[in-house]
């Protein structure tokens, strides 16, 4: 009877083991989390954001703009904070910087945030926007303006070395 007690106890705590590896906090989430960051600063860094937005305080507000985000390089910094080497262009306006921003994830799917960010020559910003198999989409607003913005992720192709003389 005593060994049949122990024998429970023992399934149950290998039971318990097994299943808290599964939960929120087990090394199995902790490692695909590790990996879907590290996916998204390889697919991000080297990559442009190529899309359009919209603009409240334009006299046609869904009419679409072009913008493009050259990303140099995406890495997730010891605070936690992810820091974006961006290129800005959309209108008449062409700027780099580095942005610092927290990224959020929704399950496999990571969501940049900008709160409040002051970008110098441009005004201050708040954004929410997602990246998901090669497209982004969110929503942006200014102090007294805001709309939508949505493109693709494009990777920046590398110029390919001629073949070496007498290589075939």
């Given at each position: 009877m005593v060994l049949r007690w122990v024998e429970s106890c023992v399934l149950l705590v290998w039971l318990a083991s097994a299943a808290w590896s599964q939960q929120p906090g087990g090394t199995d989430r902790t490692t695909r989390q590790k990996n879907r960051e590290r996916d998204f600063a390889t697919r991000l860094s080297g990559a442009t954001l190529v899309g359009h937005f919209t603009d409240s305080s334009r006299p046609r507000p869904t009419t679409l703009?072009?913008?493009?985000?050259?990303?140099?390089?995406v890495?997730?910094?010891?605070?936690?904070?992810?820091?974006?080497?961006?290129?800005?262009q959309y209108g008449e306006h062409n700027l780099t910087l580095p942005l610092t921003l927290p990224v959020e994830w929704a399950d496999d799917t990571?969501?940049?945030?900008?709160?409040?960010?002051?970008v110098p020559g441009l005004g201050t910003f708040s954004a929410r926007v997602l990246i998901h198999n090669g497209?982004?989409?969110?929503?942006?607003?200014?102090?007294?303006?805001?709309?939508?913005?949505?493109?693709?992720?494009?990777?920046i192709k590398l110029k390919q070395s001629p073949p070496a003389a007498g290589s075939r």
């Open positions: 703009h072009e913008e493009r985000y050259i990303l140099e390089s890495r997730k910094l010891d605070s936690g904070q992810w820091l974006f080497q961006a290129r800005i990571p969501v940049i945030l900008v709160n409040n960010l002051p497209y982004y989409a969110g929503y942006w607003r200014a102090v007294d303006h805001g709309g939508h913005l949505f493109g693709r992720v494009e990777r």
